[in-house]
């Protein structure tokens, strides 16, 4: 059974899917995006618990899908993984509503200990939301 799951959106095709199996071999259910626009669409399905989210694309770019679903969707942790971001980038990303910010390369082991940390997020967030609303 897998722990949670992902939506990986990145433009660079083979980048993002051998990243998404490399997580897979992890336990994390990942499903994967090529631009902003069919994330967008994907979470109309289903919405993932992380999502890992690349900043320079063609189309609607990082930092609008980060505003995009933070506002419809709040409860998904978004984590930034670019090769092209800059610490204003960064700043930008966490007051929009990123749980991370991390530059390309990154080792897996530490991507996979970010995403359990957001998904640890999410859930506490949920319970906390739980417990406010009884």
Avoid: C, N, W
């Amino acid at each position: 059974m897998k722990e949670f799951r992902v939506l990986m959106v990145d433009d660079e095709e083979d980048f993002v899917r051998t990243l998404s199996e490399r997580v897979s071999l992890r336990g994390i259910d990942a499903d994967v995006a090529l631009d902003g626009e069919e994330a967008l669409s994907m979470l109309a399905g289903e919405v993932p618990d992380v999502m890992i989210l690349d900043l320079k694309m063609p189309g609607i770019g990082g930092m609008e899908v980060l505003r995009r679903v933070k506002k419809a969707y709040p409860q998904v942790q978004v984590i930034i993984l670019t090769g092209h971001g800059t610490d204003k980038d960064g700043e930008e990303a966490k007051r929009l509503g990123a749980f991370a910010y991390l530059q390309k390369p990154v080792e897996i082991e530490r991507l996979v200990g970010t995403m359990k940390d957001a998904y640890k997020k999410k859930t506490e967030d949920a319970i906390v939301a739980t417990t406010f609303a009884e």
